[in-house]
Nanobody
Framework: QVQLVESGGGLVQPGGSLRLSCAAS????????MGWYRQAPGKQRELVAQ???????NYADSVKGRFTISRVNIKTTVYLQMNSLKPEDTAVYYC??????????WGQGTQVTVSS
């Protein structure tokens, strides 16, 4: 049974930081590309950051220079360090594990709220 469990969300003031974690189980973690997506109320889910199974990273323009994605394969965990948070970063953040269209898994999401 595949599980992706996100943690680390919460309420933070503008300019603050949060680190999200996603612990994976039930998959061969090291061969999966991992990603973080977010969905704000009334908006479509969008890609935030990706890290390939080889460690290459890709970021949405809106978060470049502020967010950092990383992975620790031995811990089967992917992280998203979020700095200089803005109110427009408020969303539910989802972890994704992708190998192919048949092997594409999602976590349950964690709420991030940026507000003073």
């Amino acid at each position: 049974q595949v599980q992706l469990v996100e943690s680390g969300g919460g309420l933070v003031q503008p300019g603050g930081s949060l680190r999200l974690s996603c612990a994976a189980s039930g998959i061969s973690f090291s061969i999966y590309h991992m990603g973080w997506y977010r969905q704000a109320p009334g908006k479509q889910r969008e890609l935030v950051a990706q890290i390939t199974n080889g460690g290459r990273t890709n970021y949405a323009d809106s978060v470049k220079g502020r967010f950092t994605i990383s992975r620790v394969n031995i811990k089967t965990t992917v992280y998203l360090q979020m700095n200089s948070l803005k109110p427009e970063d408020t969303a539910v953040y989802y972890c994704n594990a992708y190998r192919s269209s048949s092997y594409n898994y999602w976590g349950q999401g964690t709420q991030v709220t940026v507000s003073s």
